[in-house]
Every structure is written in structure tokens, then in C-alpha cells.
């Protein structure tokens, strides 16, 4: 997620579904939903975004990094679907180590076994790409999202920023434009979004918006598709 977190009151707290994330105060918002951390990132990001993608070789970029979440249960998921996947976490205000100890997913997800991934995600540098595994390469980019100028490099767009409510700008036609050119032809971007003003930026740009059931909490989300004419 991306905001000025040196400002800004923060604190743990457990979700619905068990699993913790963080939450500010000051703007009542949370790096995952109260409903369940975990169920949302599966329900967005897992059944409606990688999903579509199985027995490939493929690239994501997650739009807020946070805490890890995403990424790691995208690593848990790639042998199940045969994918080998090529991973970038965007990340303006990374989190801290005492954050980072405090989660408790390695527990939720039943992955012990993979601790050592999940703390190498955390632990590598900022800028290098590290081979967690043979099917699963990461690369953190400490970066605003305005800074992004990727051309059709991705397959997937994780597109995980704080709410509109809180910080509108990251929803506009501006960063939607940069989204639409960083995804391949046919690629897609699925966020736990359904605004209609985030729906018209995203048509704007180019994009092909289809509303979805969204996760436990929340009615409806969307996912965006790149197709060319």
C-alpha cells in the first residue's frame, strides 16, 4: 500500500478470518479488509486474476506490496497451477521489520515450510530481482505508483492501493493510463475496487471493465481487461 506512514498512526489487528494486517488510525483504513485478509487476497487476486493463467510462464505486478500477502500466496499457488511466474511488488513506504514479525500468515496459510520464502521476499534488496524458487522470481521496486512506466511487460496487474475514500489519486485516469501500457495484449487487472468514477477511469484509459461478486465484505469488485482493436 502506498501512503506516508511516518505520519500516520498505525496498529495490528486481527481480521474476520484470523489473519492479521495493519491499520491506520487517522484514516480508518487497513492494508486488507476487516472481513479477512486472506479470503480477499484469494478472492481477488487468486480466483479472479491468476486463475485465468495455468501451465504458463507469466509476469505480475502488484500495485502495493505491503505486507507480502499477495505475493506469497501467489508462491503457494504457482505449483498448483503449473505456472512459472515473474513477480514485481511496487512499494512507496515498505513496511517495518516489528510489522512485518507481527503477521501471522505462515500460521493461517498452514506454510511453515515455506517461512524461509516468505521472509526472503522481505529480506531481499530493494531493486534486485532473487530466484525464490526455480517457478517463482521477485523484484521489489520502492516506487511511487505515479513513477511507473512499464511497457506491456505483465500479464497480471494486482492492483492492491489504498481505497478512493482515503487517496483518490491513485485511482485516476493518470495511473490507470499506466496500467493499461504495462500489461501485455489481453492481459488483465483485477483490484477489490467497484466505484463507478475508478470503473469510468479505467474505460477512459482503454480498458474493458467486467463487475465480479467481490470477496466476503464487500458486494462487487472489478476486473479490467486489455484487449486490442
Not at 79 to 103: C, F, H, Q, T, W
Not at 140 to 167: H, L, S, T, W
Amino acid at each position: 500500500m502506498n501512503t506516508k506512514k511516518n505520519i500516520l498512526e498505525r496498529e495490528i489487528i486481527q481480521t474476520q478470518d484470523g489473519s492479521t494486517t495493519i491499520h491506520i488510525k487517522e484514516w480508518d483504513e487497513c492494508y486488507h479488509s476487516k472481513h479477512g485478509a486472506i479470503q480477499e487476497a484469494k478472492h481477488v487476486f487468486i480466483k479472479n486474476g491468476l486463475s485465468l493463467f495455468e501451465n504458463k510462464k507469466i509476469s505480475i505486478l502488484e500495485i502495493g506490496f505491503g505486507t507480502g500477502l499477495n505475493a506469497f500466496i501467489t508462491f503457494l499457488e504457482t505449483k498448483k497451477r503449473n505456472l512459472s511466474i515473474d513477480y514485481v511488488g511496487v512499494e512507496a513506504y515498505p513496511i517495518s521489520a516489528i510489522e512485518l514479525g507481527s503477521m501471522n500468515y505462515i500460521d493461517e496459510l498452514d506454510a511453515a515450510e515455506y517461512k524461509l520464502i516468505y521472509d526472503t521476499m522481505h529480506q531481499s534488496n530493494w531493486g534486485e530481482k532473487v530466484e525464490l524458487d526455480t517457478f517463482f522470481s521477485l523484484t521489489k521496486r520502492e516506487q511511487f505508483f505515479q513513477e511507473i512506466c512499464d511497457v506491456e511487460q505483465f500479464d497480471i496487474i494486482y492492483f492492491d492501493a489504498f481505497g478512493y475514500r482515503v487517496q483518490p489519486e491513485l485511482w485516476s485516469t493518470l495511473i490507470f493510463k499506466k496500467m493499461y501500457d504495462a500489461l501485455k495484449e489481453n492481459g488483465v487487472l483485477v483490484t477489490y475496487a467497484a466505484r463507478g468514477v475508478v470503473k469510468r477511469s479505467m474505460i477512459e484509459v482503454g480498458f474493458t471493465v467486467e463487475k465480479l461478486e467481490g470477496p466476503p465484505g464487500k458486494r462487487e469488485m472489478f476486473r479490467a481487461k486489455k484487449i486490442n482493436n
